[in-house]
């Protein structure tokens, strides 16, 4: 029988590397195009603030178990957006004591040349459950 990806661990892996990315400083937004509309929908001041809170929110995701929170697709999807360049996303959404809500967080991973994960940054709102998911 074969595992659809992404397993469990390919998840969890994921939400590792996302941290230690941003904890190294390995982050960027991408696109850019939703960045107002999130951070407004998430009473988050600025792009300063959003690096504030983001740091905290791997962790947070990890103690509620990043595969029952996971909400993407099997196989994982790739974005279309040009700034991620055809990688996949990976989505979750749980209860967040920091940003006081559901949320919903989207983000790639890339690894560079020396093998150093990069995370891109591509959504953070409110969860919307009864919507479609927008990739």
Not at 11 to 16: G, L, M, N, P, R
Not at 88 to 108: D, P, Q, R
Not at 117 to 135: E, G, Q, S, T
Request: one cysteine or more; a positive charge; aromatic letters at 8%.
């Amino acid at each position: 029988m074969r595992i659809a990806r992404p397993s469990q661990r390919e998840i969890f892996s994921k939400v590792e590397k996302a941290a230690a990315a941003i904890a190294c400083g390995n982050k960027q937004v991408a696109p850019l195009h939703h960045l107002s509309c999130d951070l407004e929908d998430c009473c988050i001041d600025d792009e300063a603030d959003l690096w504030e809170k983001l740091p905290k929110l791997p962790d947070e995701l990890k103690k509620s178990d990043p595969i029952k929170c996971y909400a993407w697709g099997r196989p994982a999807k790739p974005s279309w957006e040009r700034e991620l360049g055809g990688l996949e996303l990976w989505a979750h959404h749980w209860n967040s004591t920091i940003m006081g809500c559901k949320i919903y967080l989207k983000f790639s991973i890339k690894i560079d040349g020396g093998g150093e994960p990069h995370y891109l940054h591509a959504r953070l709102h409110p969860d919307r459950p009864n919507r479609k998911a927008v990739i």
